[in-house]
């Protein structure tokens, strides 16, 4: 049988493999019945999950997968940035049996780039921080790392164009180079870039008017008028301009 921790953490992997995309639905019952436990202990996940920021549960429609916003996109990305270049810059040096970890996950997110399993690939290149974190041992910040990464890959799921994998891995190989070579300051600023980045990879739409496809929709068409309200042939030499068959002209 599941305990709530088991079903909270394959929630938290199906979402940053993105197998869960933003507004799934999570019935009680149904996951119940596929870990077979009560739904009291389905329920104690998702309510871990929603303090955590990956869940919400509304009186309508129930439990669900989160859809960030381009607010929360902002936060997200910004509270990363602190955390992970905070440890980096908190570190002295990172030991071999840290580069080695880091290097066995970067091998295993090139051959993933390379494949064809896009839940895999997505789960590495998300669980990269995570287990940088815990290589610079602290896994207090891991763990809340792994929660941002979730809500960040929701939004990536909104947003992202599908051809940044193989650009973030080549990334991620610079950051353990420099670490490698003990240059934290360097290691620091990749980082920094890296997670900047997201302005340019999840084209993020600029704040807008909240009107303004409506508002765009009802403009007056241009040239309208004067288009119904001319009679006769065009002047000499000149073209008959243009009909559209917008449906506006007709009615």
Known sequence: MATASDISERIIEAVMAQKLPPGSRLGEQQLAMLFDCSRTIVREALTRLAARGIVTVSARRGWYVVEPSQDEAREAFEARRVIETGLIRSMESVGKPALKRLKAHLAREQAAVKGTDIGVRSFLLGDFHVCLAECLGNSLLAETLRDFTARTTLIAMRYQSPDDAAQ??????????????????????????????????????????????????????????????????????????????????VL
């Open 168 to 249: 973030s891995c080549a990334e991620h190989v610079l950051i353990v180079e420099a670490l490698e070579a003990g240059d934290l300051a360097r290691a620091e600023q990749l980082m920094a870039a890296h997670l900047s980045t997201w302005k340019a990879k999840l084209h993020l739409p600029a704040d807008t008017d909240p009107l303004a496809q409506l508002r765009d929709a009802l403009a007056p068409v241009t040239g309208k008028a004067q288009e119904l309200h001319t009679s006769g042939s065009p002047p000499a030499g000149k073209a008959r301009p243009h009909r559209s068959t917008y449906l506006g002209e």
